[in-house]
């Protein structure tokens, strides 16, 4: 029997559709482990959406994260041992594109939680979940603890200033807001400001700080000068004079106020 042309196109179409069929058939067909894998994996992206969403809560609240939290609140996937979950969060964030630890230039928005992200959409257990974003989750490593933030919601200088709270070094402590505030403003600290959150020093405390900075020779460029009124203020002469920091001292503990 003669086969036309017609026919040959027709069967080879035939034969093509069913060889695309069944590539399309072996990537959707999964073996019950890959199907498994799918949902552990996915058990654990909700456990990490849940840690992200917590340090962004927390981070708008103006506290600090650390790891540690992680397993007082049981967010590890059952059957995940906890202190292996909290490695495995931190490795995470740090293989992706994440907030670094300094101050943000430009607007960062805080990525949606997973629900709020698939709200409406029907979400087959046996399918992949989107990975969430870090885009905004800054780590600082201390002595103490690993700490974060969301850099959407905190400022960095802020973070900075819990971070050492968290740390329990008092003179670490006021150095640094010393020797930044003057840097970056510039302008010296007011003792009374040791006395607001993050620090809630009393003013007896800051001083004693003070002496044991002027008694270490590592501390020789941080000093304290006085208003017309008997306020303290310290400044470091890395970055402010002596009349500099008298002069701004005067102006933001005393004519700052009459001059509105």
Known sequence: M????????????????RATEGIQAAHTERSPEEVEATHERNAFLRAVDAVLTDIR??????????????????????GTDAKAFEEQVLLYIQQRDHAEPTEVRGKLVAPKPLDVQLE??????????????????????????IYLYSAALMSHSFAHAL???????????????????????????????FMNPPYLWSRARTKKVFEKVVADDAFKDIH????????????????????QGKALAQWYGVEKGLNP
């Open 2 to 17: 003669e086969t036309t042309t017609q026919e040959t196109l027709v069967g080879g179409a035939a034969q093509s559709d």
């Open 57 to 78: 809560q927390r981070s708008y609240e103006g506290k600090i994260t650390t790891s540690s939290r992680w397993k007082k609140r049981s967010f590890a996937p059952e």
């Open 224 to 243: 304290v000068t006085h208003t017309s009124a008997g306020e303290a203020y310290y400044y470091s002469d890395w970055y402010l004079s002596e009349a």
């Open 120 to 145: 409406g959409q029907e979400v087959d257990p046996d399918e992949p979940l989107p990975e969430p974003e870090v885009c905004d989750i800054a780590l600082i490593m201390g002595k103490k603890a």
């Open 163 to 193: 971070f050492l709270a968290a740390e329990d070094d008092e003179v670490a402590t006021f150095v640094d807001v010393v020797r930044t505030e003057s840097r970056l403003y510039p302008r010296p600290v007011a003792q009374d400001s």
